[in-house]
């Protein structure tokens, strides 16, 4: 594990993590959010959902972001702050997922950093777009 300070992050710096999304991880963070939308659940129900199946929660593949985030760039110590998610398509069961977070901007005065945020399916579609507040360790 890395941690970056202000000082050391720089304009384009970018880290990933990819994980694929099981079933299993799917029920647990339905029983641990509370969310148990058939959608993610119910084979029969989704498959009467534009979808044609079930699809993992949209949350559950965001929070590979923080995974980023929290663990990679700026990485352990970071704060986060702010983030804003656009889902732009569905995940599958078995689908593998690469969540990339790249510095877009710096306030060093406010020791808070901004950075871009997406998450790609193996097919390299972007599934969730958006930009993620920081306040990086500090020096």
Not at 16 to 42: C, M, Q, W, Y
Not at 64 to 92: C, D, N, R, W
């Amino acid at each position: 594990m890395t941690s970056f300070t202000m000082n050391e992050l720089q304009l384009g710096q970018s880290a990933s993590f990819t994980k694929t999304i099981t079933e299993k991880e799917v029920r647990l963070f339905a029983e641990l959010s509370g969310d148990s939308n058939p959608v993610h659940l119910d084979e029969g129900f989704a498959k009467t959902t534009i979808f044609k199946d079930r699809i993992a929660h949209g949350i559950l593949c965001g929070s590979l972001i923080s995974t980023v985030l929290g663990m990679h760039l700026p990485g352990p110590g970071s704060i986060y702050l702010k983030q804003e998610f656009k889902f732009m398509a569905p995940v599958y069961f078995g689908d593998v997922l690469t969540a990339t977070c790249s510095v877009k901007e710096k306030m060093e005065e406010k020791n808070r950093v901004i950075l871009d945020c997406k998450v790609i399916n193996q097919n390299e579609v972007v599934v969730i777009s958006g930009e993620a507040t920081i306040m990086p360790p500090k020096n």
